[in-house]
């Protein structure tokens, strides 16, 4: 996801440089006053000290600003990305994988908002660092290894215990994944748990309870052992120190004169080395946000880039689409028994169609094939009697109103529907003109009954002024009069109106209002009946 390129690599090195030349500077004249005594601002010692402190820092600013508008641009990018993946991919890919990796991809991304800082505080320290082990080494060579050998010791004991880690990071986020189905399922299904107590003590006791106690745990120990390794830093600089004062004069590797100079760097040391070792945790989190992300983008990578920006086909003529040995299977083990045909059927212009069947019988596999939101495995599908392999072709003939409709928070559509007249009329043919106030779009765009909001869906499928109509039981959750509604007058109202209607149903009360019902049953089409009378249909469809 963050990757430097040679520009990139370009700009560090000409920030690294100067930065480097000022740092030595500041360093330098701090020990040099100190080891010499000489009164603060007593030449220009001070004021070159003044503008070695003012020129890093403007130099720094610089570098901030640089960084921060590259790690925030490749930031929004991938939020950018991410969606486009989320839109690119089946319907199928969405249901295999879970609408809950997606939340946490968005998560993982958020989690590079805090590179820049993380980068430049690692470059200043790492810097840092080397100048006063260079100073140290024009010092005393013997001294200046032995010091240095200290340090690898503490480094190479932090690096060890930082790589087991990522591994408990990436845990960590797996047990966060699954945290949240459960709380997908806590709000979604509020009602359920509030009426039946064993739901609630199991959702809490044998899910959600010991998922957070496991991740936990592990934020525990990795947060623990993060600040554990802070202390061997600082008690390994004591160490240093200690050999600094007491070892190396006594062994003649160090004169006396340089040991004031020698604390004092490892002092000025302090800062860089517990910035790294802060940062590690970062860099951890960096490391495994950035598997997670590249294993997202990997598992939802498309062959087909859809482009967002590109015209949208207006050409809405339509006379027929036909299925030609349409079959279709899930590709998984929970449901690899089911199977989808082949199917052949032809739905013609202006035509009323009825799909039943029971539960578990292949209407709602249908609807998706249908509709192009799952890719046939086998077969072609015919638009106008030309074979089509790109499903948007299919897509901008229908318009559809599924079983889990949901009304959007904003108007994603290009029509309007302030000041809309047919909107208007659909809203009193559908009695909501006095639930919704027409001329006000958040109004359209609240919590509804199942029933009202399914009618909404359909007033907005019809605004699509698309020339078929996909209705997964839409009048299943309608009250007696609007369910007559349905059938007896809104059907008709749109047949004449050149509309071609596929609907899901279970109303056999209603069958006579076809033209063709098909019924379903373990994937296959088992009866296809041209309506004429409604009691001859029922017969032949239920016997």
Known sequence: MFKLSIKDIIYLIIYAIPNTIFSFGILYIINNSISGGKEFFSDAEGWGFMGLVAGAYLLNIIFQKWLNRKTYKILYENEKIIFEK??????????????????????????????????THTVNA????????????????????????????????YVLVIKTMTNKILKLREYNEVYYKYVDDLIK???????????????????????????EKIDYITNYIFLSINLISQYGLYFAVGVILFVLPETGLLEQKDVIAYVVVILFMTGPVNVLINMQSSFAKFSAANKRINSFLADFKEERKEDFLETINSNLTFDSIEFKNIEFNYENDLDKSFYLGPLNAKINKGETIFIIGGNGSGKSTFIN?????????????YVNNQSISDTELLQEKIAAVFTDNHIYSHNYDD?????????????????????????????????????????????????????????????????????????????????????????VTHDDAYFHMADRIIKFDYGKIVKEVNV???????????S
């Open 86 to 119: 989320i839109l690119n991919a089946t319907l199928f890919k969405i249901e295999k994988s879970g609408m809950e990796r997606f939340y946490t991809v968005v998560e993982d991304i958020r989690v590079f908002a805090f590179l820049p800082g993380t980068i």
């Open 126 to 157: 790492i810097l840092m660092l080397m100048l006063c082990v260079v100073y140290l080494f024009t010092l005393s060579i013997p001294s200046a290894l032995i010091v240095l050998g200290i340090l690898i010791g503490v480094c190479s004991m």
């Open 189 to 215: 299904g509020f009602k359920g748990f509030k009426l039946d107590k064993r739901k609630r003590k199991n959702i809490l006791n044998t899910y959600l309870y010991p998922n957070r106690e496991k991740a």
């Open 369 to 381: 094939n249908l509709t192009g939101l799952y890719k046939p495995s086998k077969g072609e599908i």
């Open 415 to 503: 029509y309007k529907l302030n000041s809309n007249e047919l909107y208007s009329k659909w809203l009193e043919i559908m009695k909501m003109d006095d639930v919704v106030d027409a001329n006000e779009d958040e109004s359209a765009r609240r919590t509804f009954s199942k029933g009202q909001g399914k009618r909404m869906s359909l007033i907005f499928a019809l605004l699509e002024n698309k020339p078929v109509l996909v209705l997964d039981e839409w009048a299943a959750d309608q009250d007696p009069y609007f369910r007559k509604f349905f059938y007896e007058e809104l059907i008709p109202k749109l047949k004449n109106e050149g509309k071609t209607i596929i609907a």
């Open 532 to 542: 004429k009378k409604e009691e001859a249909a029922k017969e032949m469809l239920w």
